[in-house]
């Protein structure tokens, strides 16, 4: 019995690693101009930024992280490039992974990609291009989301949890799973960030449920808590007291002339007697039923969706973003059904954090003293030109 557990197991081992494959990955070695097309939709407004090829200003290994830059600030970035074959992610499970790194502390920009059908031309690829899938982070001051936006009927559908992205200025690893069970999972620097259904946590069907139309409050529904105390009285007097009184204080001025400026009067201030309009104490409504709920019943236009997750054509990846201030690396992009090949690209990310930090830690203190080397020579300068100042007179 147990023999026929055991090799029950690695069947399904095996067919899991034999059916497991990697669509699309690109870690942005020399040559990937050949692979990747650039767009300008921007270019009569002459607002097409060009595309850098960069390990950026601190890094573990200066080639092997090397990837594709914003390099011009105020904007538009478009690329793409196209998967060796079309694919379908029906009854797959479907893994989109990428590292960004927004080393210049961005303060407003997109750090997201998407996936487009066989449909996209690469050379008009632009922000109205139909896309299936788009996911990463999107940036903008105290704004900070990862977008993760499923297109279906030709509306693109955004999910209604917030998930934060890093912000900070390193290389941060993205990762987005879609299962054929209509689940998915999204994790940043492999730690788990959220997970759900594409049916609870888009709108991308009718909701399963929706108000009675046949079903309106009672007319005689009590919903309001509180009401006036018919016990509490008015006190005697409280009308009497006017809400503001001539000052005391005031005097008239010695040059005033009743015959020319009439009779002079003191002006007028708050009274601090007056106690506002009365109204009387509230206590519970004893009447009263609570709020009412407006009953639900099934959608008659709700039909689940199996596939909600599957698309026909999967052909390019593309990254389409507006950056205020460049210097955004994107690297590392995979595209695969491969869990264990994820998670390879994401053990050799957990080395690279630990060399970048330090190498960042080197450039803040080499930026360091070249700014003392530098505020220090222009005091010589300044001490200098004083000196020949006091030698000329």
Wanted: glycine share 6%; net charge negative.
């Amino acid at each position: 019995m147990r023999a026929t557990i055991f090799i029950s197991v690695l069947l399904v081992s095996y067919f899991a690693l034999s059916t497991a494959e990697t669509i699309f990955k690109e870690t942005f070695p020399a040559g990937w101009e050949k692979r990747w097309v650039k767009a300008y939709p921007k270019k009569d407004e002459n607002a097409d930024g060009e595309w850098g090829w960069s390990a950026g200003k601190f890094y573990n290994d200066a080639e092997k992280d090397k990837g594709l830059q914003t390099t011009q600030d105020a904007k538009f970035y478009t690329i793409s490039a196209q998967f060796p074959k079309e694919f379908s992610n029906k009854d797959k499970e479907l893994i989109i992974q990428y590292t960004v790194k927004h080393e210049q502390n961005i303060d407003c920009g997109g750090g997201y990609v998407k996936l487009f059908p066989a449909s996209l031309d690469q050379e008009k690829m632009n922000s109205e291009s139909e896309y299936n899938i788009m996911f990463g982070p999107d940036i903008c001051g105290p704004t900070k989301k990862t977008h993760v936006i499923f297109s279906h009927g030709g509306k693109n559908h955004l999910i209604k949890k917030e998930i934060r992205p890093e912000s900070d200025e390193f290389t941060h690893i993205y990762r987005l799973v879609v299962k054929p069970d209509n689940t998915y999972k999204v994790f940043i620097d492999g730690s788990e960030k959220e997970s759900g259904s594409l049916d609870e946590d888009w709108d991308i069907l009718p909701p399963k449920q929706i108000k009675d139309p046949n079903s309106h409050k009672p007319s005689d529904w009590v919903d309001e808590k509180e009401i006036d105390d018919p016990e509490d009285k008015k006190p005697e007097g409280w009308d009497d007291i006017p809400a503001e009184i001539p000052d005391p204080e005031a005097t008239k001025p010695d040059d005033w002339d009743e015959d020319l400026d009439g009779e002079w009067e003191a002006p007028q201030i708050p009274n601090p007697e007056y106690k506002g309009v009365w109204k009387p104490k509230r206590i519970p409504n004893p009447a009263y039923k609570g709020e009412w709920v407006h009953p639900l019943i099934d959608n008659p236009e709700y039909h689940p969706n199996p596939a909600l997750y599957a698309y026909d054509s999967f052909k390019y990846i593309g990254i389409d973003v507006w950056q205020v201030k460049s210097g955004t690396i994107f690297d590392n992009i995979l595209i695969t059904t491969s869990e264990e090949e994820a998670d390879k690209l994401l053990n050799e990310w957990e080395i690279q954090k630990e060399g970048e930090k330090k190498a960042h830690d080197e450039h803040q203190e080499r930026e360091r003293k070249k700014a003392e080397e530098v505020k220090a020579a222009d005091e010589d300068s300044k001490d200098n030109d004083e000196s020949d100042d006091k030698d000329e007179l």
